[in-house]
T-cell receptor, first 119, second 108 residues
Framework: GAVVSQHPSRVICKSGTSVKIECRSL??????MFWYRQFPKKSLMLMAT?????????EQGVEKDKFLINHASLTLSTLTVTSAHPEDSSFYIC???????????????FGDGTRLSIL | EDQVTQSPEALRLQEGESSSLNCSYT??????LFWYRQDPGKGPEFLFT???AGEEKEKERLKATLTKKESFLHITAPKPEDSATYLC?????????FGTGTRLKVLA
């Protein structure tokens, strides 16, 4: 149980293009989803938290116009990196969890990540 | 400020050589301590949740324990397939705080 699917697993694209990453909870309803970046040998860096049907909450220093998050249903959240540049190249990981952002102490369940490379 | 520190940063063990990984936390209003395993190029895989001091959880060769200041992940008689990065995370009042992980390598 608690399977999270993330797609695509790898993207290579030219600078200036927009890239959409999907995160789906396959066997549970995720009221809260999280988006992270991870740098080599570093911890997970939280980018934003989203609750289904409401606007995402972005962490300090994360540009919300650059990283668009949509949590349209209880099983799907998307992250769109707009006008991507080489410095946006990274490993992006989503996670999903039951319960609201503040009201749950349940574990997060992670997707397998998306390796984004901007040329 | 809420903080989670994991040690050691890296650990090499011979197959069968038991050891422990440490996760020290300073988090106000701890609402849960989580352990994950992460393989290269993959997302973290959930292992355990601990909610209160004194609690223990076991799964195969892994056992997680919790005190008021730290958590340990004990690995008994590890095998090469246990090689991975092990992450811990503490859930405070508002956020999950992740440690930087322990990279474990088990040699055959």
């Amino acid at each position: 149980g608690a399977v999270v699917s993330q797609h695509p697993s790898r993207v290579i694209c030219k600078s200036g293009t927009s890239v959409k990453i999907e995160c789906r909870s396959l066997d549970f309803q995720a009221t809260t989803m999280f988006w992270y970046r991870q740098f080599p040998k570093k911890s997970l860096m939280l980018m934003a938290t989203s609750n289904e049907g409401s606007k995402a909450t972005y962490e300090q220093g994360v540009e919300k116009d650059k990283f668009l998050i949509n949590h349209a249903s209880l099983t799907l959240s998307t992250l769109t990196v707009t006008s991507a540049h080489p410095e946006d190249s990274s490993f992006y990981i989503c996670s999903a969890r039951v319960g609201t952002a503040f009201g749950s102490n349940q574990p997060q369940h992670f997707g397998d990540g998306t390796r984004l490379s901007i040329l | 400020e809420d903080q989670v520190t994991q040690s050691p940063e890296a650990l090499r063990l011979q197959e069968g050589e038991s050891s422990s990984l440490n996760c020290s936390y300073t988090v106000s209003g701890l609402r849960g301590l989580f352990w994950y395993r992460q393989d290269p190029g993959k997302g973290p895989e959930f292992l355990f949740t601990l909610y209160s001091a004194g609690e223990e959880k076991e799964k195969e060769r892994l056992k997680a324990t919790l005190t008021k200041k730290e958590s340990f992940l004990h690995i008994t008689a590890p095998k090469p397939e246990d090689s991975a990065t092990y992450l811990c995370a503490a859930r405070g009042t508002y956020k999950y705080i992740f440690g930087t992980g322990t990279r474990l390598k088990v040699l055959a």
